[in-house]
């Protein structure tokens, strides 16, 4: 099954490191990603500096599998990384860590001003146990509002066509057309996780369900279907309230054509690390007119 990925960054700089004593943990302030309370560990080991991905304890019984790369940022632009895999479950809350380096080599090379930047960039595989809070039920509830049953991920979603073909050109050919699908009561939509039809939903429906966990679930489905209300709900949440870094923003923005985004984005770039902070490992991976337009940001400072 294609669905959104379920990835997050977490980053921290870490104060008074050299003050650490042996075996000493601190700890980054707690982050809610995926209805998931997510922070970073660091600890001083036998004269090594040891780095975890943390999970909040919960006292429901749950289980997420993760991969996951833990980055040491240095002074000098050369980071220190390391990827791993970890499954968190109710008996086991801490990621495998990693011994990055040594105690002298970090004071070194990687302490800036007495603080060390430690980032974990996350994926969730599978998560099991971890419910979303639903906004607006389309269960069997609601079959006397519906007129036809859409079937997303073995999950049934008891909908309204002519809503849904209000605010989706898909939907609209797909319910109200001509094909054999309009005389269908019950549709099956292969290749969609339940998850984000349901916030995509929830979004036609006047909810507030667009965060930085949920928006590129739904701005996917709101491509993918034709759907300009929620196309524009999550551009307007990317400009004005999500968190996410300007990298991941001008991703999205190039992704879904949201010109707007970009352009908010681009005029935020006013450094060269900002610049750098935007430039993938590899820029073939990065769209070209994106590129573009970041490269004529550069020239601007080497002028």
Known sequence: MTTSKKEFILCHCFENVSNMKENENIFSPEEEHFD???????????????AYLHVKEKSEEYSIKTEYKIIIVSANGRNMSEKLESSFN?????????????????LKDYLIDGK??????????KMTGIKRKKLRNFDESMKEFSDVVLVAGEKKFYVSK????????????????????????????????????????????????????????????ADMYDAPTAHRRCEQFLMEKSEKSLKEKLELAAKYKMRCVKNKCLSEVKT???????LPGNLEEMDHSLLASILQKAMTHLV
Request: with cysteine; hydrophobic share 40%; glycine share 6%.
């Open 90 to 106: 109710s008996l086991e809350n801490v990621g495998y860590g990693s011994e990055f380096i040594s105690w002298e080599e970090m």
């Open 162 to 221: 002519l809503f849904l073909a209000s605010h989706s050109s898909y939907f609209k050919s797909l319910l109200l057309g001509n094909f054999e699908e309009s005389k269908k009561s019950e549709i099956e939509l292969k290749d969609i996780d339940s998850e984000d039809f349901q916030c995509f939903l929830e979004v036609l429906h006047g909810e507030d369900a667009i965060n930085d966990d949920t928006v590129v679930g739904i701005v996917r489905l």
């Open 116 to 125: 060390l930047t430690v980032e974990a960039n996350v994926k969730i595989l």
């Open 36 to 50: 998931t309370s997510w922070y970073i560990g660091l600890k001083r080991e036998e004269e090594k500096v040891c």
């Open 272 to 278: 060269v690390a900002d610049i750098k902070s935007v």
